[in-house]
């Protein structure tokens, strides 16, 4: 059934521009013209080259990707056109093709009537700030006026490529394939009716999975509020032990993140995913290991225990990555889910962090329920809220109330990497702004639920209190 709280928002919303790209309500913020202006900004700041472009399944996806294409060819540059692929893919295909950059239109995990832009550099990831931000400044300069683009006028070409096989290839060379046919794993998916559809079944029987699939085609049709959390999964969850799967996998949208299920239905989340990967990879290959400072604890403990070390970086996926380049990581991600696996693209990909898990449900020989594979994980619990933020305050009241928050914790380390980050014994804490929202988000994790919430109320007191 179709899930209309997932399709009908409650009011406008304005153009949402950030460093790694944009997203609107298409018909209203987001146009075809802000699109074009957009694909316009973007290719002035690349080398030479093609550029590669796909989409996820929303019914939008079409207009907006010709508007896009007809804007790049008729400044003179090539399109390569993977049409519904994931955004992984996108990254791989733009390495495979030495391409000057990339552009994803997808919303992720927002309801049907947004769309989006996701750029991407000649590295095949998400951009980087400084060059995000110099998009963003053209595009400033070229909103008043979008270009009015005449598919006559091309002076590039468009080129349909084929990309899901490459990305296939890419994820089967980096796990044990045998080892994973091996125990024949029962997989239970849901791709969302997005993008992932192109390459999850292709994937999981390549690993030599028995197969149940749910949430196709790639038509954007969402039956539940298309991000991966628990609430919104609530009336799929018993579709995984009723088809007698080990495993449910749920992917977002355009597929850069996994949400995992136990063999009883019972929601993991998305930490998990990066954990069970890290875990996965460092048995194999210990090395460094990346995560945002939004990231559970867990994947730094189990770094730990393979002798490896972990390192926070500012929120954000290109934070992630560049923090990953300069560290070398054997694997990177963020909390949602998002697995980075070099080998394979410096982008989150759900593809990867499934063939990992299996891999480590696989090891020696049996398969290990997810169930067993944790229990031996520390108890850890996050909780998050958000405060909006009172009328009028400027940057310097939102600074002024991290220090307050900071003092409110007079014995723990404090960290300013992205906001204010309070480190405990047991847990942490984070206050960050929101770069579009005047909102201010607060995660806080602990041993136990109790815990975090006693934590998070008084730094919510803290950062509100201005007396």
């Known amino acids: ?26 018909g209203e913020a987001l146009t075809n013209d802000v699109a074009a202006a957009y694909a316009c900004s973007f290719i002035e700041t690349l080398p030479a080259g093609p550029v590669v472009i796909g989409r996820d399944g929303r019914e939008s996806g079409p207009a907006l990707k010709e508007a896009i294409a007809n804007a790049i060819v008729a ?18 295909a733009i390495v495979e093709k030495n391409a000057a950059g990339g552009i994803q239109i997808s919303a992720s995990h927002n309801p049907a009537p947004y769309n989006g832009l996701k750029l991407f550099s000649s590295e095949g990831r998400v951009l980087p700030a400084v060059a995000g931000d110099a998009v963003r400044l053209r595009f400033e300069a070229l909103r008043r006026a979008p270009p009015k683009i005449q598919k006559e006028s091309a002076h590039g070409n468009v080129r349909a490529i084929e990309s899901t096989l490459p990305h296939l290839h890419k994820v ?16 239970w998916i849901d791709c969302g009716h997005g993008a992932g559809s192109r390459l999850a079944r292709p994937l999981l029987e390549a ?9 196709e085609p790639a038509d954007g049709q969402f039956e539940h509020e298309p991000e991966p959390t628990a609430d919104n999964l609530i009336d799929w969850l018993p579709q995984i032990p009723a088809a007698g799967a080990d495993i449910g996998f749920f992917q977002d949208p355009d597929a850069d993140r996994l949400a995992i299920a136990s063999h009883t239905g019972d929601y993991l989340g998305e930490e998990l995913t990066l954990a069970l990967a890290a875990d996965a990879v460092l048995m194999k290959s210990p090395g460094p290991v990346v995560i945002n400072c939004s990231t559970s604890q867990l994947t730094v403990h ?26 070398n990581a054997v694997l990177g991600g963020e909390g949602n889910g998002g697995v980075i696996d070099p080998r394979v693209g410096l982008v989150r990909d759900s593809f990867v962090a499934m063939a990992l898990i299996l891999e480590r449900m696989a090891e020696g020989g049996t398969l290990t329920p997810l169930t067993n594979l944790i229990k031996d994980f520390p108890p850890l619990t996050i909780k998050k809220t958000k405060i ?22 007079p014995e723990a380390n404090v960290s ?28 806080a994790e602990a041993a136990d639920e109790q815990q975090a919430l006693s934590v998070i109320e008084h730094a919510s007191k803290a950062l509100l209190d201005q007396s």
């Open 207 to 215: 690993l030599g999975c028995e197969v149940t699939v749910v949430g």
């Open 1 to 26: 059934m179709k899930n209309d709280t997932a399709t009908n928002p409650k009011h406008s919303e304005p153009l949402i521009v950030s460093v790694s790209g944009l997203r609107g309500i298409v």
């Open 75 to 92: 400044n003179g540059r090539d399109v390569l056109d993977c049409d519904i692929a994931s955004t992984p893919t996108v990254g791989v």
């Open 416 to 443: 300013r990497l992205d906001g204010v980050r309070i480190e405990f014994t047991d847990g942490w804490l984070l206050a960050r702004a929101s770069n579009t929202e005047p909102i201010v988000r607060i995660i």
């Open 302 to 327: 189990l770094a730990q225990r393979h002798g490896a070390p972990c390192t926070l970086s500012a929120v954000g996926e290109a934070n992630v990555v560049d923090e990953m380049l300069k560290r």
């Open 172 to 187: 089967l060379a980096v796990v044990d394939v045998d080892s994973i046919r091996k125990v024949k794993p029962k997989v």
């Open 388 to 409: 909006v933020l009172p009328s009028g305050w400027s940057k310097q009241d939102v600074g002024n109330s991290f220090q307050r928050v900071a003092d409110a914790f």
